[in-house]
């Protein structure tokens, strides 16, 4: 067990189809969050290698939240030489550019770790479409599987101040994509070209934990998880799936929930 992993306290509940773990403040969301997803790399890289030796497939958020979390992950002890990591979502812009989930998530965590990490095939004269249809096929060679498609281990991610998660934005065409599993999609933004795991792909995983932090959350959170409204909020609808949805959260954002 990590020294990090005994200082923890959480309070845990069931809201609706939602698991929600309350760390006290946003340092302890992120031991929280590191050390439970240490702990199912290890689990899932020691089964793999017992089964045959295939890579354990972990999909890596953007955001500002989980920088804390993988600044923790750095410093612990994990087999990343079994993991194949890959950006759940990713604005379209060069490789080394200070928007690039993906260079935010190799230099804060996986640079030198070596895990193979699938970096979105960015290109000046590729079109954001040309890549996710590249990237979809890389996915598809780089994980496990079944009749039914691919079967991620675990996707990581955040939500945003409007209800959105992954690039999965209110109001967006890939809201409704049912025949991907990462597609391209336009948001009203300064990086206009947002790529992102559909929904058919997260609710495939065997686990999706939803990193969210801050007061500022605290109003979509509460929409999100015990809605008053007619539409659901894109983060909500990674529960319509049968993959089981992990909410780690601060106090600061499960202020307006009220828990059993």
């Known amino acids: 067990m990590d020294g990090t992993q005994q200082q923890i306290t959480q309070h845990r509940v069931r809201i609706g189809p939602a698991d929600v773990r309350v ?8 031991a929280g969050a590191a050390a439970m997803i240490a702990s199912l790399i290890r689990r899932e890289v020691t089964k793999a290698r017992a089964a045959g030796g295939r890579l354990v497939s972990v999909a890596m958020a953007g955001g500002s939240t989980p920088v ?7 410093t612990m002890d994990i087999p990343w030489s079994g993991v194949c990591a890959w950006v759940g979502d990713e604005r379209y812009v060069p490789p080394d550019h200070e928007d690039s989930n993906g260079a935010m998530i190799g230099r804060s965590l996986l640079d030198g770790t070596g895990a193979r990490f699938l970096r979105v095939p960015w290109a000046e004269d590729r079109s954001a479409p040309e890549a996710a249809a590249l990237y979809e096929t890389e996915l598809l060679a780089s994980m496990g599987g079944d009749a039914r498609g691919p079967r991620p281990d675990l996707i990581l991610a ?13 109001g967006s065409d890939a ?13 009203a933004a300064a990086q206009r070209w947002r790529l992102t795991a559909t929904y058919p ?10 990193l969210v932090s801050g007061g ?7 929409e999100v998880l015990q809605p008053t409204g007619d539409r659901p909020l894109p983060a909500r609808r990674l529960m319509e799936g049968a993959a089981p949805v992990s909410w780690l959260v601060d106090r600061d954002a499960a202020a307006g929930l009220d828990l059993p």
């Open 23 to 30: 760390f006290e403040d946003g340092a302890a969301l992120a």
């Open 68 to 74: 804390a979390t993988y600044r923790r992950l750095a």
């Open 158 to 170: 955040g939500m945003g101040g409007d209800g959105h998660t992954l690039s999965l934005f209110p």
């Open 175 to 187: 809201l409704d994509v049912t025949d991907r599993w990462y597609v391209a999609t336009e948001v």
């Open 201 to 210: 792909l997260a609710h495939r995983a065997a686990a999706v934990y939803v």
């Open 216 to 222: 500022s959350k605290a109003a979509v959170l509460a």
